[in-house]
């Protein structure tokens, strides 16, 4: 298995409150990305990186926010979390170009 | 837009018998189609696709690319409880700066009953 470690695994919150989810990888892929996982959706792209400090947006960016400062740790923020946002978060990272996606275990978050 | 179209989203099958599973796809670009098998976690990687007509073969699960159709298809033959899971299809529709952006379909949850 691919080194992919996602925490916390599991948080509940209050609409309004900040929310950061880590990505941690010790494989030093240079790509990594946050997907979202809800029921009917399949996977959407939130935010994906290609270096340190380097990032962009996904299909479904608005109301997060991303950080890459090393190349082993990607993180997700949720600014203000809304309701609409309670889901499954994976974290996935790639070695190159044309090489397939690992996939972290993933963060269930709800907020109520 | 682009889109990928996974058929059916849900198969109940006995345990020993062969399913194919269908993804369909229309994007403007397309680089790879990728298949995934998602039990209670993690999707984990089980192939990925470029060329047409050549099938890639892993045991009992094999697949096969269509690009002048659309569609790949996933075939799993002499099925077992194990293999009870969503399998994801995926379509690498675009590359940023080397990063590959992955437009994912519904899933297809498959079932084997013993």
């Known amino acids: 298995d691919a080194g992919i470690t996602q925490s916390p695994r599991h948080k509940v919150t209050e609409t309004g409150t900040p929310v950061t989810l880590r990505c941690h990888q010790t494989e030093n892929h240079r790509y990594m990305y946050w997907y979202r996982q809800d029921p009917g959706h399949g996977l959407r792209l939130i935010h994906y990186?290609?270096?340190?400090?380097?990032?962009d947006k996904g299909e479904v960016s608005d109301g997060y926010s991303v950080s890459r400062s090393k190349t082993e740790d990607f993180l997700l923020t949720l600014e203000s979390a809304t309701s609409s946002q309670t889901s499954v978060y994976f974290c996935a990272i790639s070695r190159d170009r044309v090489t397939e996606q690992y996939f972290g275990p993933g963060t269930r978050l709800t907020v109520t | 837009e682009d889109k990928v179209v996974q058929s059916p989203l849900s198969l109940v099958v006995h345990e020993g018998d062969t399913v194919t599973l269908n993804c369909s796809y229309e994007?403007?670009?397309?680089?790879?189609l990728l298949w995934y098998k998602q039990e209670k976690k993690a999707p984990t990687f089980l192939f990925m696709l470029t060329s047409s007509g050549i099938e890639k073969k892993s045991g009992r699960l094999s697949s096969i690319l269509d690009k002048k159709e659309l569609f790949s298809i996933l075939n799993i033959t002499a099925t077992q409880t194990g293999d009870s899971a969503v399998y994801l299809c995926a379509v690498e529709a675009a590359r940023i700066q080397g990063a590959q952006k992955l437009v994912f379909g519904q899933g297809t949850r498959l079932t084997i009953n013993p």
């Open positions: 990186s290609y270096g340190v400090k380097d990032t």
């Open positions: 994007v403007t670009n397309f680089r790879s």
